[in-house]
């Protein structure tokens, strides 16, 4: 193996058995993520899928350890480049925070300090971890070219803007420049597209796309959106009920997923390959105060079989970069759109 495959296969982020939950007077109340397991390896994408309320946002929140009470991760290990980031003091976690781990929030527009403009808002972790304080010119120029590389047209202009004269796909760009400033190991981008009309979101998805094969940008990309992670992700990890039931390489999960809520999914959003009527996924998605016993799927699956509603299964290899986590997964039907 070559040096450059070598540190293309280093793991950069592994969660193992992520335990976050949500308390009420001492009592349990909302296990959001009950378990969760995932690996990302350099210059890789993983693309995090799920309905809402599935914790796909709890899990980002969790990853750079800002849960806050009611909250609480009570398990489990986030070795971020073989460090533990639940058991590093502070003082080296704001080290890493913003420097070397990168977060970029949902795109909803603002969330800027309406008083500041965009070279102080996109130079901020820049300055905060840089070990002598930079001069303002030094800064004015990192901020242009940085702007610069996610394609905002008029850079120069851009800079000197108040977050009121910014457009929705002008502000996630920004925060996009100002997650990468540091030129991070793992950028995690949460709903990255989800408020911007398909135009803004296109152009979103173009810079990610970018950023990622030109740059080698390790990225964790949460969306519920399937056409968002198809573009992006080299694999993607299904997340039903706090905990991740599917897991495979992008062309797997999207040609043969096994886990009947995966396929449900797919059968039930428009798509080129679905030809006729949509089928949607029977009953609700379980209440997080009071999941179902055994799989959390079963009220809704109509594969279900008596140990399915006692047992939960296990994410087991189905094939080589394949699991599922179902009692039945050798017997569910291909997944056939049209
Ligand atoms: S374990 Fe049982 S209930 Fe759960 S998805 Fe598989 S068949 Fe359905």
Redesign the pocket.
């Known amino acids: 193996m070559s040096p450059f495959e070598e540190k293309e296969k280093e793991v950069i982020l592994e969660v193992k058995n992520l335990k976050t939950y949500f308390y009420e007077h001492d009592n349990v109340v909302w296990k959001v993520l009950d378990g969760v397991n995932l690996k990302i390896h350099r210059g890789e994408t993983l693309g995090i899928l799920g309905p809402s309320g599935a914790g796909k946002s709890i899990l980002a929140k969790s990853i750079f350890k800002l849960i806050e009470r009611p909250g609480k991760i009570i398990d489990g290990e986030i070795l971020f480049k073989g460090k533990n980031i639940l058991t590093l003091p502070n003082e080296i976690l704001d080290t890493i925070r913003g420097k070397d781990l990168a977060l970029v929030l949902q795109s909803i527009s603002g969330g800027f300090d309406p008083l500041r403009d965009m070279t102080y808002t996109t130079s901020q972790p820049y300055r905060e971890h840089a070990e002598i304080e930079p001069d303002r010119q030094e800064i004015k120029m990192l901020v242009i070219s940085q702007l610069g590389t996610v394609a905002i047209p008029e850079p120069l202009r851009t800079s000197d803007k108040y977050a009121h004269q910014m457009s929705g796909g002008e502000s996630q760009r920004v925060k996009i420049a100002t997650a990468l400033i540091n030129n991070p190991s793992l950028l995690i981008a949460d709903e990255p597209v989800s408020n911007l009309d398909a135009t803004i979101a296109r152009q979103i998805l173009d810079l990610l796309r970018i950023m990622k094969e030109k740059h080698r940008l390790t990225m964790m990309i949460i969306a519920h959106n399937l056409g968002v992670l198809a573009e992006l992700s080299d694999h993607i990890a299904i997340l039903y009920a706090g905990k991740i039931i599917e897991y495979g390489d992008v062309e797997t999960m999207f040609y043969s997923p096994r886990?009947?809520?995966t396929q449900g999914l797919f059968y039930a959003t428009p798509s080129m390959a679905i030809r006729g009527k949509l089928k949607p996924i029977p009953g609700e998605i379980p209440d997080p105060r009071n999941y179902p016993s055994g799989?959390r799927?079963?009220p809704r699956?109509t594969?279900?079989?008596d140990k399915?509603k006692v047992e939960a299964?296990n994410l087991e290899e189905y094939e080589e970069n394949h699991q599922v986590a179902?009692?039945?997964a050798k017997d569910i039907p291909d997944y056939q759109p049209g």
Request: proline share 13%; glycine share 0%; net charge positive.
């Open positions: 886990h009947p809520f799989c799927f079963h699956c594969y279900a079989i399915c299964p179902c009692w039945r």
